[in-house]
């Protein structure tokens, strides 16, 4: 029994001096260091959506056109309609969105018959720091021909948006 | 065919808005004129001019190619 005993308790020594020594290596700084990155990583990502949004302000962009026979000081319609007498003043207002410098023009039609006359047209150059409304309008002093008009907005050289109407 | 139109050369038009508009400066413009024209009075040169001190030191003094702001009215 006791030449059984000797390297059986030389092996729970060894086993026990074993586990010490790896366990005194398991609580080294090393995991410390190693740990933080993981839990770092994911932080970045989260916070990141925030400033793209913030920091890309949007081009100058037509909302909506509204055409009627009077404006507010606000430059908005605020009687609006699509059908006109011969004696209106005719106004379109463009809300648009976005900062910057646009040109903005705007073109009157008449139309008859597959005809297409141009009634008039006006080019000007805005600056909006945000949300802007502009209005052009047109009137004729001997009163507008009863027909089907229409009016178009380019915006940087595209088409940004079309009405039609009646003068009756 | 295109004399069955009606004429529209008397068709009188304007604009305005809520945002600054911008002017270019063409040879023989004043401030007076640019006034006349976008606000109908030639005495509101004075408010162009203010609105672009930062580019103009004396109202008589404009050249073409500027661009100018013009404030809402």
Redesign the interface.
Same mark, same amino acid.
């Given at each position: 029994m006791s030449t059984k005993s000797v390297p059986a308790a030389l092996a729970v020594v060894a086993a026990v001096a074993l586990t010490l020594a790896a366990c005194g290596k398991k609580e080294e700084p090393p995991q410390a260091q190693v740990a933080p990155p993981p839990v770092s990583m994911p932080a970045p990502p989260a916070a990141e959506p925030a400033p793209p949004v913030a920091a890309a302000p949007a081009e100058v962009a037509v909302a909506t056109l509204t055409l009627g026979n009077a404006v507010g000081a606000? !430059?908005r319609v605020s009687a609006p309609t699509e059908t006109f007498a011969p004696a209106d003043t005719i106004y379109v207002s463009v809300d #648009?969105t976005g900062a910057g #410098?646009a040109a903005m023009a *705007?073109k009157?039609t008449?139309h008859?018959?597959g005809?297409v !006359? *141009? *009634? %008039?047209e006006?080019l @000007?150059? @805005?600056?909006? #720091?945000g949300p !802007?409304? #502009?209005?052009?309008? *047109?009137? %004729?002093?001997?009163g507008w021909?009863a027909?089907d008009y229409a009016v178009e907005i380019v915006l940087n050289g595209k088409p940004a948006g079309s009405r039609t109407f009646v003068v009756r | 065919m295109s004399k069955d139109m009606p004429d529209f050369s008397n068709v009188k038009s304007g604009s305005s808005s809520t945002a600054p508009k911008v002017y270019v400066v063409v040879k023989g413009d004043t401030l007076s004129k640019i006034a006349k024209h976008e606000y109908g009075r030639a005495g509101d040169w004075k408010r162009i001019f203010e609105a672009n001190r930062d580019i103009l030191d004396d109202p008589d003094k404009i050249f073409p190619g500027q661009k100018l702001k013009i404030p809402p009215q």
């Open positions: 606000d !430059a #648009t #410098t *705007v009157w008449y008859q018959d005809q !006359a *141009v *009634v %008039k006006e @000007i150059s @805005i600056a909006p #720091t !802007a409304t #502009t209005e052009f309008h *047109v009137s %004729k002093p001997d021909p027909g | -």
